[in-house]
């Protein structure tokens, strides 16, 4: 398994995923034009790296970083971890776990000094899995759709 950064072409796979749960069934909409834009977008802001996992030429996994610099603690930048997925065919043998431990890395050597990451409260299994690799709900997460 190999992990590098989404293309266009891997947009379709990586929306199937988001779409595979009961969560993202009733939110996302394969086929839809505006994933492309936002891929645009994201693939724009160095900022962000959109990663795919591929094993035997298939997209099996994603996830997305958001690298953001900040003042507090001492000017401290951070990543934010979003939108992390493995093909339903593919859970259970290690491949979150891998992906995680990538992005960690990743921001390792981009110079982060924290890794966050917001979980839907009703995601119990993901609760215990990121907890399992040191993460700690240390924070209460808010949002207010627009």
Sequence with gaps: MSIRRATAADVDAIVAMLA??????RREKPGDPSYLKAFEVIDADPH?????????????GTLQLTF???LSRLGMTRVTV????VRS???GNGLGEHLMRWAIDEAR???C?????TTD????DAHRFYERLGFTASHVGMKLPL
């Design 82 to 85: 979003e939108a992390v997925r």
């Design 113 to 117: 000094g924290l890794v966050q990451l």
């Design 20 to 25: 595979d749960d009961p969560l993202g069934a």
């Design 89 to 91: 065919d593919q859970r």
């Design 48 to 60: 962000q790296y959109l990663a795919v996992a591929e094993a035997g030429g298939e997209v099996v």
């Design 109 to 111: 050597a981009r110079g």
């Design 68 to 70: 953001t610099s900040g």
């Design 121 to 124: 409260a009703s995601r119990v």
